[in-house]
């Protein structure tokens, strides 16, 4: 593969956050999509969000399928642990590291050929177990790798490149994400940076299935008039339902709302999701409620985004599988090999 690494120099005046990092810290070689492809947009706010939270890179793995949006960990965590697999089995390999050590924040990118096509079945699996990571969808409606061939979430009615008319029903993997019982879903739309940083962040510290599907113009192949995932398309049916502001549990809420308009959300680790109402009588813990209203507003052609649904109490794979807390590879021997003893308990229990 081709890349271009970027030059280290640091310009010493460069903001820091409270690790002592600047934004170099977290970004990775120089991209190689498209200029103006909406996934270098999602990369700038996965760098922003991880710098605002002062993560330590090396305790990310960023976890990606095939085509361009998986291309995307490339360009940024340059000191993360990475994997770039399989088409469409990102979930499954993330689903087994995540297993191995629970200990690092696990990243998932993907396309939403990726997902939606290819790597359905991982996908709905990955969401129903409620694996603990944050499983981003970079959604253009196309095959932007192999050269713009309609994709699942491609909208019927929406129109090729070359005019010709999709004649299928399309995916929505926020739906689908509601149904399998995801614990966080959220929208967004990767020109809209002041939403999509707070929900990467809030997702990141969410500690259950998380995914955030964003809208993401591939400007070569579904940009036109026709294209119901082009930048102007997005933009003039874009409803938001919500703001979020996300807040670590060191600091203070110090943002000043109109009453009413705004409710805190905390989470186990003590961090606060600021969820600033923009329709005032959705709520984001109702998952029938937000089930219903996605295919209602879906109905009059406007694509809602926001924090669409968060569990309070969400609970992970580990929490299902009662599994050890320690990451497997620093489990001692004496542990690993717990004796003669212990193991006759066991099989008693199982008589
Ligand atoms: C098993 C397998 N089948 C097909 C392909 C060809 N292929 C590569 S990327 C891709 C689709 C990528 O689409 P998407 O996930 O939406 O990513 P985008 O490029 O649009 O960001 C396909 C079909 C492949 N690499 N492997
Ligand atoms: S082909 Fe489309 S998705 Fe791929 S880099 Fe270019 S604009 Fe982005
Ligand atoms: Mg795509």
Redesign the pocket.
Known sequence: MTYIAKPKFHHPSLPKNTLGYTHRDYEGKIST??AG?G?DSITASVIEACFELAIEPHRVAKISGIG?SSKTPDYFLNASHGFNSVHGRMPSVLTGANLANRDLIYLGVSGDGDTASIGLGQFAHAMRRGVNMLYIVEN?GVY??TKGQFSATADRGSKSKRGVVNADSHIDLVAMALQLGATFVARSFSGDKEQLVPLIKAAIEHQGAALIDVLSP????NNHAGSTKSFDYVREHNEAVNRLDFITERAPITVAYEPGSVEVVEQHDGSKLVLRKVAADYDAHDRLGAMNFLQQQAAKGQIVTGLLYVDRDPEDLHAHFNTVKTPLNTLTEKELSPGSAALEKINASLR
């Open positions: 999509l498209c492809c996934h361009c253009n932007g790798l591939c400007v070569a192949f």
